[in-house]
């Protein structure tokens, strides 16, 4: 499976920004698929993840972030609300074949808030 991953940028405190991941050379619909996230300094941390109806958080982005998918498309999503300057890292989408761990990675998007 390979991922890529979009759509980082620089935002502002309070702002939005909409991160993609598009899938390729697997069967989409059979991963939980993921974001994770690695500031400076910091270990990667996991930030959301979706199966086929579940959704999960860290805590951190709760009520600000969500996550979804569109299997038809192989695509996977993170629309990012009420950003935080602590919210800047590089994000990473992740594939886990179910039962498997985080097997697939993407090269990571920077996501940048300023303050």
């Known amino acids: 499976v390979q991922l890529q991953a979009s759509g980082g940028g620089l935002a502002q405190a309070g702002g939005s920004l909409r991160l993609s991941c598009a899938a390729s050379g697997g069967t989409f619909s059979n991963y939980v698929m993921g974001w994770f996230r690695q500031a400076p300094g910091k270990e990667r941390e996991f930030v959301a993840l979706?199966?086929?109806?579940?959704?999960d958080y860290v805590d951190s982005v709760e009520g600000r972030f969500t996550i979804s998918r569109d299997n038809a498309k192989n695509m996977v999503y993170l629309q990012m609300d009420s950003l935080e300057p602590e919210d800047t890292a590089v994000y990473y989408c992740a594939a886990s074949p179910i039962g498997s761990g985080w097997q697939y990675w993407g090269q990571g998007t920077q996501v940048t808030v300023s303050s």
């Open positions: 979706i199966g086929d109806t579940l959704t």
